[in-house]
């Protein structure tokens, strides 16, 4: 399905994850391999602890494999690094910072002269369309205000990749939409490379270029799906008869992975 | 295009023209929730002055509250006032901030290593079960009879404590606050300084504002040996003549003291850390 022949983006090679919990080894991620193209829009769903935030985190060099190899560009992941922004379920704003000093503080780390920073900052903020907020600090925001400032923050600095562990799992129905649309817009403006944790199916399949499934106990790829829908992308879709049988796809997946998973936990 | 979240249900919900005051988890009028904080002390002093004035009473077991006001004019215009409130004041101030140099630093590595929380932990948890009283003679030993005395004693009291609820404050911030730093390129001391510390910043200082207040509760405990001024030992002198307009005089502005010291840390944090209000 995805034997590019250009070198991928992102390779995850084998990875497999233990944790060790009370001295006893808990098996994460059994062996993902997964290829990612160079600006590709990858969503990944399945059943809550299946492995999700642990894949996401060691693609961000915020945790290590304990087999396999995650490669960027071809080269090894050895932590973290500016190449990669990533955007957490909870708001992790610096909330001592106002809303610029937030998207600023990123930039801190780059050469750039100061105007172009301040240029740069200004760009995002009214990207993600917080204008008129600058020096709000993020008590004073709503929770999809907050999560535009995590977005623009980064993005900033020009990572080629962005991660995202279930960004929008904590807003209501509306904001959420809103937030998907202008995500789509802001990664068809600033070409990166999107993997997106999530727990909604609807969400996954309207942003992605593919849809990862992962099994659980231990974690695998279970399905792995071209969303071959047109872009750029409105809401209308989500009827269409394509995207309707990518869900009814996806969701039986999911089910019968829920359903074993239960059936493991009575035994 | 979203499953799991649900629409509020319509609750019908009628208006009663009285908000009752006995709603759980209500809001109720500012006003009435200040004025109920008066009302409560006000009914309490009124029946002190009843008992006192019926003679129910000895004023050597219980003085009349006229009594207590008039022993701390005394007390004001013999001087006596002033000279015992700053001698106690600068061993309060001198102790807690010996306590809170050596605390910070040691809460926060505390919190965010683990090797040496591991190494501390146990001992201090251990020492701040020991009663303080019980280590005025070493105190003396060691470091006399004079100011150092008492501040070792206030010192004591409060460090253990502290170094543990700092170490929580930093415990307690969001570990993707860290990680964002990690993810944004930032070395291990930057983190430190410019993430983990503002962030825990606003449960220091609310650390401060709570432990200050303990260091207060020890000041009779640490003049109660070989002090000649203080607050603590006007009390403890008065014991000896029987003097309960003296012992109540004192304790209730010690008490006074110690609210106010409590005001100040929490207006200051108000100020301080505007961003971590709530309010839009
Ligand atoms: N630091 C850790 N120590 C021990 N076990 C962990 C740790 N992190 C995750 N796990 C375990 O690894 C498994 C996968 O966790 P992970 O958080 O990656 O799941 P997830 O798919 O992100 O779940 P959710 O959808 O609920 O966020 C779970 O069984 C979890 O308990
Ligand atoms: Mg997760």
Redesign the interface.
């Given at each position: 399905m995805n034997q590019t022949l250009i070198k991928p983006k992102v390779a995850i090679d084998s990875v497999g994850k233990t944790f060790r919990v009370n001295a006893m080894p808990l098996v994460a991620i059994e062996r993902i391999d997964i290829n990612i193209r160079e600006n590709e829009f990858v969503s990944i769903v399945g059943t809550s602890g299946c492995g999700k935030s642990t894949l996401l985190n060691m693609v961000?060099?915020?945790d290590e494999p304990t087999s396999g190899e995650i490669r960027i560009d071809g080269v090894p992941v050895a932590?973290?690094?500016?190449n990669?922004?990533?955007v957490?379920q909870?708001y992790?704003l610096?909330?001592?910072?106002t809303v610029q000093t937030n998207i600023r503080?990123?930039l801190?780390?780059s050469t750039m002269a100061k105007a172009e920073k301040t240029e740069l900052v200004a760009h995002f903020i009214q990207a993600v369309g917080l204008s008129g907020f600058e020096n709000a600090?993020?008590?004073?925001l709503s929770g999809g205000m907050r999560q535009r400032v995590a977005i623009a923050?980064?993005l900033v600095?020009k990572p080629s990749i962005l991660l995202m562990d279930e960004p929008f799992g904590a807003l209501?129905?509306q904001t959420?939409?809103m937030m998907?649309e202008l995500l789509l817009k802001v990664w068809e403006d600033h070409k990166v490379t999107v993997l997106f944790v999530t727990?909604?199916?609807?969400?996954a399949i309207?942003l992605a270029d593919r849809v990862i499934v992962l099994a659980s106990r231990p974690g695998r790829v279970k399905k792995d799906m071209d969303i071959k829908l047109g872009r750029p992308r409105s809401?209308d879709i989500?009827t269409d008869a394509a995207f309707t049988a990518y869900k009814r796809e996806i969701f039986a997946d999911i089910r019968e992975e829920t359903l074993r998973v239960m059936a493991m936990e009575r035994a | 295009?979203?499953?799991?979240?649900h629409q509020p249900e319509a609750i019908p919900t009628r208006h009663k023209p009285k908000r009752d005051l006995l709603e759980l988890r209500q809001e109720i009028p500012s006003s009435i929730f200040s004025a109920a904080g008066f009302v409560v002390p006000a009914l309490l002093l009124f029946s002190w002055w009843l008992v006192t004035e019926l003679g129910f009473v000895r004023p050597l077991f219980l003085p009349s509250p006229q009594a207590v006001v008039m022993e701390g004019w005394r007390q004001l215009s013999e001087g006596v006032l002033v000279a015992d409130a700053s001698i106690s004041i600068y061993r309060i101030v001198v102790g807690w901030l010996a306590a809170t140099i050596v605390a910070v630093p040691i809460g926060i590595l505390m919190g965010n290593y683990r090797i040496i929380e591991g190494s501390l932990e146990p001992l201090i948890s251990t020492v701040r079960y020991m009663p303080v009283v019980a280590l005025i003679p070493l105190s003396i030993l060691w470091t006399g009879i004079g100011d150092a005395q008492k501040i070792l004693i206030l010192f004591l009291g409060t460090f253990f404590q502290q170094s543990l609820m700092i170490m929580d404050n930093v415990k307690n911030i969001?570990m993707?606050?860290i990680?964002?730093g990690?993810?944004?390129?930032?070395s291990n001391s930057e983190i430190l300084r410019r993430?983990i510390l503002?962030?825990a910043?606003p449960g220091i200082w609310d650390t401060f504002r709570i432990t200050i207040g303990w260091t207060w509760t020890y000041l009779v405990v640490a003049e109660l040996v070989a002090a000649s001024e203080g607050l603590g030992r006007r009390i403890m002198d008065a014991q000896r003549y029987l003097a309960t307009d003296t012992i109540l005089f004192g304790t209730l502005f010690i008490g006074l003291l110690g609210l106010l010291t409590d005001y100040v840390f929490k207006k200051s944090g108000q100020s301080l850390?505007?961003?971590?209000?709530?309010?839009?």
């Open positions: 961000g060099g915020l932590g973290p690094g500016r990669r922004g990533f957490f909870s992790s610096f909330e001592w910072m503080f990123a801190e780390k600090y993020p008590r004073q923050r980064a600095y209501d129905a959420r939409g998907q727990h909604d199916v609807d969400e309207f809401f989500v | 295009m979203n499953n799991h979240v969001d993707n606050l990680r964002a990690q993810t944004l390129g930032f993430i503002p962030a910043s850390f505007r961003w971590n209000s709530q309010t839009r």
